[in-house]
């Protein structure tokens, strides 16, 4: 085309063409576990390159093998997801948690050095802080109001400062919505970085494909839990992880090996979701600030962490403004009292789901502290607060004034 198209736009055709599936506007479910080669020297030429026998040629495609190793609805998937954030290529996953281990334990080997925001989210926490230890990788976590002195300090304090492989980072901060500077990180690794460049690897999951494109201030790689924004209608697990060719490449070998590759029936129900993206999204935001608007002054509410109530002026407004093209349409509430009194505000929610996840069309509220961050240490959550009292709301699409009502109805029998 003459003209360059939008993403939101791609999202209706981009990697697909009608003629390979008999005209079929929207991509077939190729529900098969392998594919047949045209001749055993194709085969033999496919496998050398999927297994990392040598480079494609120019112009050389990788051809369809075994649906562990590729599949056509992910391969379209892969390059569409590519699109908002610029990335060269993108990896799928069964799950958020599969994208988050396998860049981890791809990149990282006994001895070396992960350096963390904090908080993050329960599943990342455990694996970071219990399961890569047992690997003898080492860990050090650093807070989202630190300043960059601090944080080199610490690690060069850890004796292990030569051995900084990752900077990993949530921001948003899940579920308190601190804000992290991902230039500040991009400095952090770079300081450190000798002969290998250490990567900074940002879940990007709170924002979604749309509000902030880690990429763009230094990032390495970019993690997102494809079941929440990505999926958006609480009917899919997946995972995604977009950067350079180089980095994906060496993504993908690992999940061939490990099989955490998503089947061809998820891939299909993401393209579905992905045309209808930037509209739910927005709509989300829309109906967030709505609702923030009107409850942040309930003399039940303590005070909401809210990306768009952030004080002018203040580090954080600076990172908001810098990094940040939208406040999203997460709401940390935090409730005057503590578990029993948020307890009841759940249990009295009639609209709005208690559920964990977030991103779906449909509202969706938690208790982090006993329930997606259970697992994190006591002290660590009071340290950045994840108290008993906070409630982590997730907006959907319905009419904002239905959730308004609905938190207040439930506000009232606190």
């Known amino acids: 085309m003459d003209k360059k198209m939008s993403p939101e736009s791609l999202m209706?055709?981009?990697g697909y063409k009608p003629s390979l599936s008999e005209g079929a506007i929207k991509s077939p479910i190729f529900q098969t576990s392998t594919f047949a080669f045209e001749s055993a020297e194709a085969g033999k030429a496919f496998f050398e390159v999927a297994y990392g026998l040598r480079e494609k040629s120019e112009g050389e495609e990788l051809g369809l093998i075994y649906s562990r190793l590729n599949n056509p609805d992910l391969e379209i998937l892969e390059n569409r997801l590519t699109l908002w954030d610029e990335a060269e290529d993108a990896a799928v996953f069964e799950s958020g948690m599969s994208a988050i281990t396998t860049a981890l334990l791809q990149f990282l080997s006994p001895g070396d050095l992960i350096l963390h925001s904090n908080p993050i989210y329960g599943g990342t926490d455990h694996f970071i802080k219990h399961v890569l230890p047992r690997f003898q990788i080492n860990v050090i976590g650093f807070d989202p109001l630190e300043s960059e002195e601090n944080i080199i300090e610490k690690i060069e304090a850890s004796g292990k400062a030569d051995k900084l492989k990752m900077v990993y980072v949530e921001t948003p901060a899940n579920p308190t919505n601190h804000l992290i500077d991902l230039e500040l990180c991009?400095?952090?690794?770079?300081h450190f970085s000798k002969e290998e460049r250490a990567l900074v690897v940002v879940d990007n999951t709170y924002m979604g494909p749309?509000?902030?494109?880690p990429l763009e201030f230094g990032a390495d790689l970019v993690i997102y839990s494809a079941t929440k924004?990505?999926?958006g209608h609480s009917d899919v697990i997946a995972g995604a992880c977009l950067g350079s060719k180089e980095h994906i490449a060496k993504i993908k070998e690992m999940r061939t090996f490990l099989g955490n590759m998503a089947g061809p029936w998820?891939?299909?129900l993401l393209l579905r979701?992905?045309?209808?993206l930037k509209i739910r999204m927005e709509k989300q935001a829309e109906n967030a600030a709505y609702v923030y608007n009107v409850i942040k002054d309930h003399p039940k509410v303590e005070r909401i962490g809210y990306l768009g109530a952030i004080p002018k002026g203040t580090p954080?407004?600076?990172i908001f403004k810098k990094q940040y093209s939208s406040a999203g349409a997460m709401l940390s509430i935090i409730l005057k009292g503590g578990e029993k009194e948020a307890f009841a505000f759940l249990n009295n929610l009639k609209l709005i789901k208690l559920a964990v996840s977030l991103g779906s069309t449909e509202s969706l509220a938690q208790h982090p502290a006993s329930m997606t961050h259970a697992g994190v240490d006591k002290d660590e959550k009071l340290k950045y607060g994840i108290f008993e009292s906070l409630v982590r709301l997730s907006v959907g699409v319905e009419n904002p004034d239905d959730l308004v009502w609905d938190i207040n109805q439930a506000l009232e029998k606190v």
């Open 273 to 276: 979701s992905l045309e209808t």
């Open 316 to 318: 954080q407004y600076e």
């Open 266 to 268: 998820t891939g299909w």
């Open 186 to 190: 991009r400095r952090v690794a770079d």
């Open 210 to 213: 749309l509000w902030q494109h």
């Open 229 to 231: 924004y990505i999926g």
């Open 12 to 14: 209706m055709s981009y």
